[in-house]
């Protein structure tokens, strides 16, 4: 099993970025995906998160209006848009994928990770 995020970078506040993540050796449309990030000297938090048909989302009241998580099961992706990024919004951000998930917002509830990519708002 294999989580590849990309898109990560350096933005402006107020920029954008979309990240995504690629699974493979998975069935991906069986399992709720979700986003989490760790900002240096924190915990990881939830972000969002999504269930496997797409149609429940779930986001954390921080980035919630400003972010959108979506996917595309026949490419095996989800994305995460982020617009009006906040240089506290800096981080890694982690996707995951859990199967049979009854509390998206906790870690736990993902068994599978990705390595993360790196996003920084500069203010």
């Known amino acids: 099993v294999q989580l590849q995020a990309s898109g990560g970078g350096l933005v402006q506040a107020g920029g954008s970025l979309r990240l995504s993540c690629v699974a493979s050796?998975?069935?991906?449309?069986?399992?709720?995906m979700g986003w989490f990030r760790q900002a240096p000297g924190k915990e990881r938090e939830f972000v969002a998160a999504i269930s496997w048909s797409g149609i429940g989302t779930y986001y954390a009241s921080s980035v919630k209006g400003r972010c959108t998580i979506s996917r595309d099961n026949a490419k095996n992706t989800v994305y995460l848009q982020m617009n009006s990024l906040k240089p506290e919004d800096t981080a890694v951000y982690f996707c995951a994928a859990g199967y049979r998930v009854r509390d998206h917002y906790r870690d736990y509830s993902y068994s599978r990770w990705g390595q993360g990519t790196l996003v920084t708002v500069s203010s």
């Open positions: 050796g998975l069935p991906f449309s069986d399992y709720v």
